[in-house]
């Protein structure tokens, strides 16, 4: 191996704000949207050019967390708050589809533009700070305190100061830089990464009739004949707004060898890019042979890039465990509920759904708040939780639950002068609940 040294550069302060945060997936924007509403100097930096992280660009499309879980399908809303607050948007602008069947719980398809229309409209009316196109690459610490950070864009590299940051990068990029211990999750293994694509045409008169459990059979079928490369033997299809149009959650990306691939390393993302194309054609091959109202459907457009499903787990001041999840405990500190499957995408070990039926379990602001490191807390999936506790928690309203608290839960540090750990955590709770949370 050789190496250079890079020339030490001194870079310009560009901002000093309240609260940065960085990423704009769900748990980025609920984070910002709710900071940015209660007054504070907000900022958010985002490597792409609009909002949405893997529900949008990975083209994860549904709206999933929202509901209980029940085998006789007889489910309610459970989530509120924020969630809902977005949810209402996508409504109003016919930007969803409520209640698809999934499993025994639910999930909401989305229409990905309306989505990205419904984040730049709340970012707006919160007079919440954008850098699109701009990606995170250092922190600036005293000690154990993120005092900042720095970035790159087009113009270059700059800094921009902050008295709470939020990684809502998914990858847990922002706790990881500034040495916050965290796993991989379990023994390194992490969830299989999917390209997701739309399909247009689609006659859902006639394709409405398939259960996923039927598609399954299906693939089965065509397996049998040996004329089709699926890798994945249990792909996920929703109907979209627009009623022609499919939503199909159907790829596995599985690394040469059996090969666990990583969304923190480039060569690993580079190889699911190509990958993820490369599978799409085989599904859209095997619909139309096999699913009565795909006959004429094609793709349209396939996720701009690939879905990441799991990365870094920082390792928080309390983890969720996988027996929290299915002995559905309660916190006194709860943020958000959440009935989601615990729903592990092994790639090659196939698609594994445990049901949490007839009850939910909460999840605890405490996952959100990162050892050893001060002036920051980590939103979405990159908080700290088991693995198959993860599998669960992970889901979109989850996000946007605790977004919803990490972003009052900064305003607090700004207003009182503290830490994120010394936030008093009944205020949170009690914010949440008056904007229509259920906890
Ligand atoms: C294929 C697939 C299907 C799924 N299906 C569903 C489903 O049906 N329902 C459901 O509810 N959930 C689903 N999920 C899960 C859900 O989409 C994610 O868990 C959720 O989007 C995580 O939100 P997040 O905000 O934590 O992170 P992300 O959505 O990953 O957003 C992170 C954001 O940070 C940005 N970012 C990252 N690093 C940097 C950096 N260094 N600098 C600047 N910006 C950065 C990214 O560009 C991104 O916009 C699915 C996921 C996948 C991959």
Redesign the pocket.
Known sequence: MSFILEKDKKIQIIDTVDIVV????????ATAVTAGEQGMKTLI????GF???????????????LYSSAEDGNIEQIVYGFAEKFVDLLKENNGIVEKVK?GHTA?A?HDPFVWKEVADQLIKEANVNVLFH????DVIMEENKITGII?ENKDGRSAIMGKICID????G??AAKAGAPYVYGKDGVI?A????FRMANVDWEKASKYSLEDIWEKVAEADQTRKYNLPRKHP?I?PLPRKDQA?M?CTAIIGENDQVLYPTKTNDLTYAEFAGREQIREYERFVKDYLEGFEDAYVIDT?S???????RTILGEYTLKNEDVVNAKKFDTAIARSA?PI?I?GGSKGVKVVNLDDDYYEIPFEVMLPQKIEGMMM?????SAEHEALASA??????FE??FAAGYAAVLCVKENIMPKEVEVQKVRTFMIEKGSRL
Not at 22 to 29: D, E, F, R, W
Not at 193 to 196: D, E, F, G, K, V
Not at 305 to 311: A, E, S
């Open positions: 960085i990423g704009g997936g769900p748990a980025g924007i930096i985002e490597k792409n909002f949405g992280g893997a529900n949008v660009a990975g083209y994860s499309g549904t709206i999933g967390g999934f999930l398809p701009t990606s995170f690459v970035i809502a990068t998914g990858d990029d922002v969830q990464m999917t390209m997701a996920f929703f939503m959650n996720a890039q690939i879905g990441i499903r799991q990365g989601w729903e995408h939103v979405g999936r990159c908080i992970r889901v979109v309203a989850q996000c605790e977004g």
